[in-house]
């Protein structure tokens, strides 16, 4: 079965860091693509971090970008989102989403994208 879990949401203060993984299991995500999202109460979902198969460059949100970055442990089937510089506005739950070949991840073994469950972030002043 696949699926993707995140871990490492928590609460911190202002200024802080936190470090959000998102592991997959029951595929190899290597060739899949990977996107970060969030969502606050009230608020529509916000896309943080997209990875398009195109060019393999990464797209980041103008609220996060340089605050927040992207990496891959290909070998443990992980990608983290490091949040560094974190603000009150940042508290949302977090989502890691798989790209398959829906999104253009022809070598990715996934037919359609997959999202994870998501991890809270609070982020107190």
């Known amino acids: 079965q696949v699926h993707l879990v995140e871990s490492g949401g928590g609460s911190v203060q202002a200024g802080g860091s936190l470090k959000l993984s998102c592991v997959a299991s029951?595929?190899?995500?290597?060739?899949?693509?990977m996107a970060w999202y969030r969502q606050a109460p009230g608020k529509d979902q916000q896309e943080l971090v997209y990875?398009?198969?195109?060019?393999?460059?990464?797209t980041y949100a103008d609220s996060v970008k340089g605050r927040f970055s992207v990496s891959s442990d290909n070998a443990k089937n992980t990608h983290f989102l490091q949040m560094d510089r974190l603000k009150t506005e940042d508290t949302a739950a977090y989502f890691c989403?798989?790209?398959?070949?829906?999104?253009?991840?022809?070598?990715?073994?996934?037919?359609?994208?997959?999202w994870g469950r998501g991890t809270q972030v609070t982020v107190s002043s």
């Open positions: 989403r798989a790209l398959g070949q829906d999104q253009g991840w022809q070598r990715c073994p996934l037919n359609f994208g997959m």
């Open positions: 029951g595929y190899s995500s290597s060739t899949c693509g």
């Open positions: 990875s398009t198969m195109l060019d393999g460059s990464t």
